[in-house]
């Protein structure tokens, strides 16, 4: 005991957990393939803190326990430690009428954002959470970064359990090694990892009984679909997959020019809000112009896509007229040769008049444009600039509410993306990222195109190099898994994901919804919408457990 002690104490004062016990660290063992790492104790030391809270909801007190600290990831073949991961995790309290002989288990949720360099905070503290950060009922309303964090009635935690998860190489998760680092900064290997600790804390806590629900943002949700098909792999339920603002693929096949014509849908939105279409579109709730932009966008664009060099001419100027029609833009910012339209091009040009430029990731907020010739970059989004510091780990109130509310004091950073830290080397970017993407730019981006494994990695016995997608496959292994699509209508297109959707494999397809709500890539930071992802999620949960 006194030995495994030692070895925390030195592995916690390397990882600048604030420990000092004078304990001298031992040798690291070598155990081949470059990884030097340091023995494990005998017995895992448990890292967690714990404190108590509660919030008001409806006039009346949900009283909740938290543990926060980190859960160890070890190699299965050595027992050697690989990693550490940092987890936050909210257990309501059950009332003394609630532990009646019989009464069912609550649901336990995992939640992770993305990046893949992004902690929890934002789907912790500006969404789901019993806390949250104090903030004007609308995002657009947003002026200044947060101040000060409330007790957050909107909280998931009405429904589930909450576990929010930082991912190796984000808040206070990091590898111990260099090696071990650069096998968890790929999909695999990551989603493994996360995978792991979701059976080591089901282990600890003994939470075996209860319905297991996964959930994550962005780049979250390609983690969530190979979490789910690696717990699928070891025989472990998952009763629900939710998937914010990302991707979806259970193994649906939609035509590129659908899909490529269905983002028209996003630009109506957008234009819709800043009252740039034409008068009569205008004049229609929003709902409908929507419903319009996308029957054209079926009807007439796709197919124009996807012939693009064999129409006419008189065919080629209608279509991009139809494209300025329900987009707002001039048509000079139109492709004529292609047909296309992008992204970028729509949030540059479309209050250009006005010397502002829309953010990419909510397209409802603005800043003066760019200069030209400068490229567009995340850290200078409107979308964005309100949660910086809190994406970066460096909030004043996210890190007193760790170290005094929750008592877990670390001296690291809690460490999100685009670099702000302490690097002595150069990033040397190693994929399509900017340069001071920290995590993106030391991630594998070759996974993507080898299945999730990464350049070197052979295909294994359970994941051929042209199997099925995870979703597909995870939903294929566990009949009763269901899955939740979320998106924002000023981020993607929604209409785009109900089509993949309607084209997922029948009978998966049955067991797939999805919802859109009136917010940008961080669905969450209006209150309404809160609200309303409160009430869907516990539906969501309820009918996938079976409740």
């Known amino acids: 005991m006194a030995t495994g002690w030692k070895w925390w104490a030195a592995g916690a004062t390397a990882l600048g957990l604030g420990v000092a016990l004078g304990a001298a660290a031992p040798k690291p063992v070598e155990l081949g393939r470059g990884l030097a790492v ?43 430690l690989a990693a550490r991961m940092f987890v ?12 009646k ?40 309303e947003w002026k200044t970064p947060p101040a000060r964090l409330e007790d957050r009635p909107e909280t998931w935690l009405t429904a589930s359990d909450l576990v929010f998860v ?82 979806y693929n259970a193994g649906q096949n939609v035509p590129a020019a659908t899909r490529q014509a269905l983002e028209v849908t996003l630009y109506t939105a957008t234009a819709w809000y800043h009252r740039r279409l034409p008068a009569d579109l205008q004049a229609l709730p929003q709902a409908e112009a929507l419903a319009r932009a996308k029957a054209w966008a079926v009807s007439d ?47 540059d040009s479309l209050l250009a008049d006005k010397g502002l430029e829309l953010g990419r990731y909510d397209s409802r907020l603005a800043i003066p444009r760019h200069a030209p010739g400068q490229v567009w970059g995340p850290r200078e989004d409107p979308s964005l600039l309100p949660m910086i510091e809190l994406m970066e780990g460096t909030s004043p109130p996210l890190i007193r509410y760790l170290r005094n509310d929750l008592g877990y004091r670390s001296d690291l950073l809690y460490r999100g993306p685009w670099g702000g830290a302490f690097h002595p080397d150069p990033y040397l970017p190693t994929g399509p ?57 000023y981020d993607g297109s929604c209409a785009e994901r ?19 709500y009136p917010a940008g890539h961080m669905v969450y930071t209006d ?4 609200l309303s992802l409160q009430r869907d999620f516990t539906k969501f949960v309820d009918d996938a457990a079976g409740r």
């Open 301 to 347: 664009y796709a197919p124009a896509l996807a012939h693009a060099d064999q129409i006419s001419d008189d065919r080629r100027a209608a279509i991009v007229a139809g494209l300025a029609r329900y987009s707002g833009v001039d048509p000079k910012a139109i492709d004529a040769k292609t047909l296309r339209l992008g992204k970028d091009a729509v949030m």
């Open 88 to 99: 936050i995790a909210y257990t309501a309290d059950r009332a003394p009428g609630d532990r």
């Open 166 to 247: 930082d991912p190796i190489g984000t808040g206070y998760s990091r590898a111990v090694s260099q090696a071990w680092r650069d096998r968890l900064y790929i999909q695999h290997g990551d989603g493994e990892a996360v995978a792991e600790a979701i059976r080591v804390y089901r282990t600890r806590f003994d939470a075996f009984d209860q319905p297991l629900f996964i959930g994550g943002e962005s780049y979250g949700t390609t983690r969530a679909m190979e979490v789910a098909w690696a717990l699928a792999r070891r025989r472990t339920p998952v009763s629900g997959v939710i998937l914010i603002s990302g991707d």
């Open 433 to 489: 990222v900017l340069k001071d993407d920290w995590m993106a730019a030391m991630w594998d981006h070759s996974a993507a195109l080898n299945g999730g494994r990464g350049a070197a990695a052979p295909a294994g016995p359970l994941e051929t190099e042209h199997g099925p997608p995870p979703l597909q496959a995870a939903m294929t292994a566990e009949p009763a898994m269901k899955v939740w699509s979320v998106e924002g209508l």
């Open 101 to 140: 002989e019989g009464a069912p288990p609550r649901p336990l949720t995992f939640l992770w954002n993305g990046g893949p360099g992004s902690s929890s905070s934002q789907i912790h503290l500006m969404g789901f959470g019993p806390k949250g950060f104090a903030m004007p009922a609308t995002y657009p």
């Open 498 to 516: 109900e089509e993949a959707i309607a084209q997922t494999p029948a009978p998966l397809r049955a067991r797939v919804r999805a919802s859109c």
């Open 527 to 530: 209150r309404a919408v809160r």
């Open 38 to 80: 340091v023995a494990p104790p005998v017995t895992p030391v448990d890292d967690m803190v714990v404190s108590h809270g509660q919030v008001m909801i409806d006039g009346k007190p949900l009283r909740y326990t938290v543990h926060a600290g980190l859960l160890p990831i070890y190699d299965n073949d050595t027992g050697q």
